[in-house]
Antibody
Framework: QVQLVESGGGLVKPGGSLRLSCAAS????????MNWIRQAPGKGLEWVSS????????YYADSVKGRFTISRDNAKNSLYLQINSLRAEDTAVYYC???????????WGRGTLVTVSS | DIQMTQSPSTLSASVGDRVTITCRAS??????LAWYQQKPGKAPKLLIY???TLESGVPSRFSGSGSGTEFTLTISSLQPDDFATYYC????????FGQGTKVEIK
């Protein structure tokens, strides 16, 4: 079954860190760029980060640059997002998403909720 | 950065209505635009890509048009399952989403 399953979210204090994971199955993971996209409660979608299939090229949104690190382990069919120096405005559901041809997102996970609060 | 602006933010309509949502880009994005539907508590679902190409399995009442900086998503006859929030997304330069349009029951 083709799917993405995120995990690792939770309640974290401001300034804290968290590592999100996304387990992929049912497709050739290493052939695809992968992305993280987030959605704050009641708000719209915000692209966060992208990594090429072999991990050679990485992009970040300006809002997370320097605090978030995307990585992948193709042997484990897994995508990761290390998020540091968390702020209240990072509170969101974080989705793992696969882009078709590298551009528009045809496969999404269910998301994992990150809540930053003291 | 390319900004995407959708209008309206909220749209009230009845079953059977023709509904049109507009998405404007801050600079030309050719036809590199996708539309998504999202229901509460669910991940977005791809409806249309390359401005007007219908994703497999999406009902033909959905259609997209436009190029450059102005795009539209049209639902020809609104069905009960279509009440949701719709997002446009450019993929000309990185990825940017519009702020969303909520289609609610009138």
């Amino acid at each position: 079954q083709v799917q993405l399953v995120e995990s690792g979210g939770g309640l974290v204090k401001p300034g804290g860190s968290l590592r999100l994971s996304c387990a992929a199955s049912g497709f050739s993971f290493s052939d695809y760029n992968m992305n993280w996209i987030r959605q704050a409660p009641g708000k719209g979608l915000e692209w966060v980060s992208s990594i090429r299939g072999r991990g050679s090229t990485i992009y970040y949104a300006d809002s997370v640059k320097g605090r978030f690190t995307i990585s992948r382990d193709n042997a484990k069919n897994s995508l990761y997002l290390q998020i540091n120096s968390l702020r209240a405005e990072d509170t969101a559901v974080y989705y793992c998403a696969r882009p078709r041809l590298g551009w528009y997102f045809d496969l999404w996970g269910r998301g994992t909720l990150v809540t930053v609060s003291s | 950065d390319i900004q995407m602006t959708q209008s309206p933010s909220t749209l009230s309509a009845s079953v059977g209505d023709r509904v049109t949502i507009t998405c404007r880009a801050s600079q030309s994005i050719s036809r590199w635009l996708a539309w998504y539907q999202q229901k509460p508590g669910k991940a977005p679902k791809l409806l249309i890509y390359e401005a007007s190409t219908l994703e497999s399995g999406v009902p033909s009442r959905f259609s997209g048009s436009g190029s450059g900086t102005e795009f539209t998503l049209t639902i020809s006859s609104l069905q009960p399952d279509d009440f949701a929030t719709y997002y446009c997304q450019q993929y000309n330069t990185y990825w940017t989403f519009g702020q969303g349009t909520k289609v609610e029951i009138k």
